[in-house]
T-cell receptor, first 114, second 112 residues
Framework: EDKVVQSPLSLVVHEGDTVTLNCSYEVTNFRSLLWYKQEKKAPTFLFMLTSSGIEKKSGRLSSILDKKELFSILNITATQTGDSAVYLCAVVRPIIQGAQKLVFGQGTRLTINP | NAGVMQNPRHLVRRRGQEARLRCSPMKGHSHVYWYRQLPEEGLKFMVYLQKENIIDESGMPKERFSAEFPKEGPSILRIQQVVRGDSAAYFC??????????FGPGTRLLVL
């Protein structure tokens, strides 16, 4: 059965700290891995990772994928209170007729205290 | 370019009633996915639809739940005879073929 596991489940840090969120997976026919940020509403897309070892970067956020060890990390440097959210990792799994579905981890709840 | 639209945003039903959740995909997207998020859990895939076709419903409970995506109009997720365990956030996502899925704001269903 497909499995995506995130750790830690919850993390509380002070503003300015750097955090690393982890995501490991066991999925048949892996295609790519996505990170989403979920505040009180819709998950918003952060990154798509397809190739091993290539870092994706957007401002203070960066992410990398290791397809050999089956995990990804999401780094946030110089955290701000606006980074407080649930961060979701999802693996793209192909389904029939060329489409795909997402298999999500349970999320990491990140709280940034001022 | 409007994003994925879902309505209602909040829905309260009594046990045994029906719940209808609507999703309008982004313009140009013909693939719709429904996910359910139980409290303190990640999103779980329910069903994937294209226009007038259910492609994969492997995540949908076998009873009481149904989904459609008609030629005209939004996709509908229908839950008949709701029970307390159906209380959750239901998210719809849309995409073009093999591209990133974009999520709507969700419908929060509360069953009393």
């Amino acid at each position: 059965e497909d499995k995506v596991v995130q750790s830690p489940l919850s993390l509380v840090v002070h503003e300015g700290d750097t955090v690393t969120l982890n995501c490991s997976y066991e999925v048949t026919n892996f295609r790519s891995l996505l990170w989403y940020k979920q505040e009180k509403k819709a998950p918003t897309f952060l990154f798509m990772l397809t190739s091993s070892g290539i870092e994706k970067k957007s401002g203070r956020l960066s992410s990398i994928l290791d397809k050999k060890e089956l995990f990804s990390i999401l780094n946030i440097t110089a955290t701000q209170t606006g980074d407080s959210a649930v961060y979701l990792c999802a693996v793209v799994r192909p389904i029939i007729q060329g489409a795909q579905k997402l298999v999500f981890g349970q999320g990491t709840r990140l709280t940034i205290n001022p | 370019n409007a994003g994925v639209m879902q309505n209602p945003r909040h829905l309260v039903r009594r046990r045994g009633q029906e719940a209808r959740l609507r999703c309008s995909p982004m313009k140009g997207h013909s693939h719709v996915y429904w996910y359910r998020q139980l409290p303190e859990e990640g999103l779980k895939f329910m069903v994937y639809l294209q226009k007038e076709n259910i492609i994969d419903e492997s995540g949908m409970p076998k009873e009481r739940f149904s989904a459609e995506f008609p030629k005209e109009g939004p996709s509908i997720l229908r839950i008949q005879q709701v029970v307390r365990g159906d209380s959750a956030a239901y998210f719809c996502a849309s995409s073009r073929l093999l591209e990133t899925q974009y999520f709507g704001p969700g419908t929060r269903l509360l069953v009393l």
